[in-house]
């Protein structure tokens, strides 16, 4: 696959410099919309369906890092880990999961077989939808959506009015949480139901992400709420997958569990 990399390496590079300007390739915004064509488009959708070993996952990854610097502009000794760490693109691996959740969503939801139908095809062999499990069984009552990052002021005005009037129109009581990891060391902070703060101190908590899904507990746990659902917005990813998929920590779990117990209206 080495060939095929440099080849498929110079060819973007050849692409790009033939098309763009120089003022466009450092805007990159066309720019990322042909890579999402011509690279991103192919390997999303044939991976999953395909064999591959770890290094030639790796290979891949590789393949596709080189092409974000090409599109970001950032010189080739730039280190892959400042650049991952712009979180401009999603990784691969991001990407394959959100095509196959997509994938699964048709195929188990009525939404999505009714647009395999309008699309023509026979959905009337699929196997029944299972029921939404119980609260204290799958905690389906609580949905995760991402903060976009990156809404520059001026390019995302639209965008950022568009957010704004969203969040002004919600009747939904709104409960903050935030997270301080250091070391292993938590400090989480969040508000309750009498408007104060509430501060709490963990240790031994394994990651970032696991320290937001304890502040984003505590935040729920300090209310007794009406609604019919939790909607979470964080800019973790994988906090959000966490909660979407319902692959909790054990203690997180167990204490959602128990408060969907006491709170079975939620």
Not at 11 to 34: L, M, P
Not at 80 to 94: E, H, P, Y
Not at 167 to 172: R, V
């Amino acid at each position: 696959m080495g060939a095929a990399d440099t080849t498929a390496d110079k060819s973007y590079r050849k692409h790009v410099e033939k098309n763009f300007s120089q003022d466009r390739w450092r805007e990159g915004s066309r720019t990322q919309a042909h890579q999402e064509a011509l690279v991103y488009t192919r390997i999303r959708y044939g991976l999953p369906y395909m064999r591959v070993t770890e290094h030639q996952f790796r290979q891949i990854n590789n393949l596709l890092r080189r092409i974000t610097s090409i599109t970001l502009g950032v010189p080739s000794y730039a280190a892959s880990t400042f650049v991952k760490g712009t979180a401009i693109f999603n990784t691969l691996t991001d990407r394959l999961i959100v095509h196959q959740e997509a994938q699964s969503h048709r195929l188990t939801s009525k939404q999505g077989r009714a647009l395999l139908e309008l699309m023509g095809y026979n959905t009337a062999n699929l196997p029944v939808i299972p029921l939404t499990a119980t609260p204290w069984e799958a905690i389906p009552f609580i949905k995760g959506k991402s903060i976009p990052k990156h809404m520059n002021p001026e390019e995302d005005a639209a965008r950022r009015a568009a957010r704004t009037r969203m969040q002004q129109l919600t009747d939904s009581p709104s409960y903050h949480g935030d997270a301080s990891f250091t070391a292993g060391k938590v400090v989480t902070a969040s508000i309750d139901s009498c408007g104060n703060a509430v501060v709490n101190h963990h240790h031994d908590v394994p990651s970032v992400a696991t320290a937001e899904m304890l502040a984003i507990t505590q935040a729920i746990t300090q209310h007794d709420h009406q609604s019919e659902s939790i909607l979470i917005r964080s800019d973790s990813q994988a906090t959000l997958w966490a909660f979407l998929r319902n692959e909790l920590p054990p203690n997180i779990r167990a204490v959602l569990a128990e408060y969907g117990q006491r709170h079975p209206e939620s």
